[in-house]
């Protein structure tokens, strides 16, 4: 599977972004796909991942209620809209697909395949 992630920009706090990723090759609907995200020196993070078909969301606690991931299966795409971006919320962002039929991972090790990354960067 290939990934190309999109939507990043320079925001203020308390604005949205939506983040999209485009998904490309065999069996994508099998895939679970995810966001991660990663700031300088620091190892990539988990935000939020969707299981196939869409049964299992989950999200790292400090953007629950802010952001939401969704996947379309017709157009193979994930999506992450986030709502009241927080400075903390800086990062370069990651879509992922892993091979998991049912649930999802909120670990890196849990996907095989990763977009080029997307800057968001929030001001205050």
């Known amino acids: 599977v290939q990934l190309q992630a999109s939507g990043g920009g320079l925001v203020q706090a308390g604005a949205s972004l939506r983040l999209s990723c485009s998904a490309s090759g065999r069996d994508v609907r099998s895939y679970a796909l995810g966001w991660f995200r990663q700031t300088p020196g620091k190892e990539r993070e988990f935000v939020a991942a969707v299981s196939v078909g869409s049964s299992t969301v989950y999200y790292e606690d400090s953007v629950k209620g802010r952001f939401t991931i969704s996947r379309d299966d017709v157009k193979n795409t994930v999506s992450l809209q986030m709502n009241n971006l927080k400075v903390e919320d800086t990062a370069v962002y990651y879509c992922?697909?892993?091979?998991?039929?049912?649930?999802?991972?909120?670990?890196?090790?849990?996907?095989?395949?990763w977009g080029q990354g997307t800057q968001v960067t929030v001001s205050s």
């Open positions: 992922a697909a892993g091979p998991r039929p049912r649930g999802i991972s909120a670990v890196s090790a849990g996907y095989n395949s």
